[in-house]
């Protein structure tokens, strides 16, 4: 049959690191065919959106389909106090994104504490879920390059599971596809 693979899609990373903006670019309401998601026409629609987003609270779910694939994600509050939400989408996720404001230093180390409790739950250590990382916001002029980031948040510790990072720009929707090309290629 043709039916598309169902895979449910857990975005974590801290609140105001762009969550839910990436996957607002992902949705396909912001990517008219008949514009191309070239246009400079649909580049205003889409920065117009981006800086309409207001804080997640709980979480969205939001699905949308690719040429093989078709996702379901779960687009989480970052936010300390719905955080405690992650863990209950664990055991039925198929893949993560995991997204870090670049320039946010003061609160990389709070980044690294939330990935490596993810990391060490029951549910994901040992399962060889895809993680994907966005070192996201990039444009910004204090942005800590993809490869900074990897070093502070300890990436190269990571041994149990496939892991990819990408310096992206969400409200421009730089580097997204390349991340998402990632992804697709090991869950089909
Ligand atoms: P919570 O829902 O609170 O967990 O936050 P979130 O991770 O979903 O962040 P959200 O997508 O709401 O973005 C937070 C702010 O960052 C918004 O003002 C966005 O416009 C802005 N933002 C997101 N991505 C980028 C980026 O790549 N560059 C810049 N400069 N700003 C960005
Ligand atoms: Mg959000």
């Known amino acids: 049959g043709l039916r598309k693979k169902e895979v449910n ?3 974590l990373g801290l609140d105001n690191s762009g969550k839910t903006t990436i996957i607002n670019q992902l ?13 400079e026409e649909w580049k205003h629609v889409s920065q117009t959106q981006a800086q ?13 389909k690719s040429s093989s ?7 989480m509050s970052g936010q300390s106090r719905y955080r405690s939400l992650w863990e209950h989408y664990y055991k039925e996720s198929h893949a993560i994104i995991f997204v870090i404001d670049s320039s946010d230093k003061l609160r ?17 250590r040992g399962k060889k879920m ?36 990408c310096a992206s720009n969400a409200i421009k929707g730089e580097g997204l596809q390349e ?10």
């Open 108 to 124: 990389m180390v709070v980044a690294k504490e939330e990935l490596d409790t993810f990391l060490n739950h029951d549910d994901i």
């Open 52 to 64: 309409e987003i207001v804080p997640t609270i709980g979480f969205n779910i939001e699905k949308f």
């Open 9 to 11: 899609v857990l975005c």
């Open 69 to 75: 694939l078709s996702f379901t994600v779960f687009d």
């Open 179 to 188: 991340g998402l090309d990632w992804l697709q290629d090991l869950i089909k």
């Open 130 to 165: 895809p993680v994907l990382f966005f070192a996201n916001k990039m444009d910004l002029r204090d942005a800590m390059s993809s490869v900074k980031v990897s070093q502070m948040l300890g990436l190269e510790n990571i041994k149990d599971k496939p892991w990819h990072i």
């Open 27 to 39: 949705k396909p309401a912001n990517h008219p065919n008949h514009l191309g998601p070239l246009s």
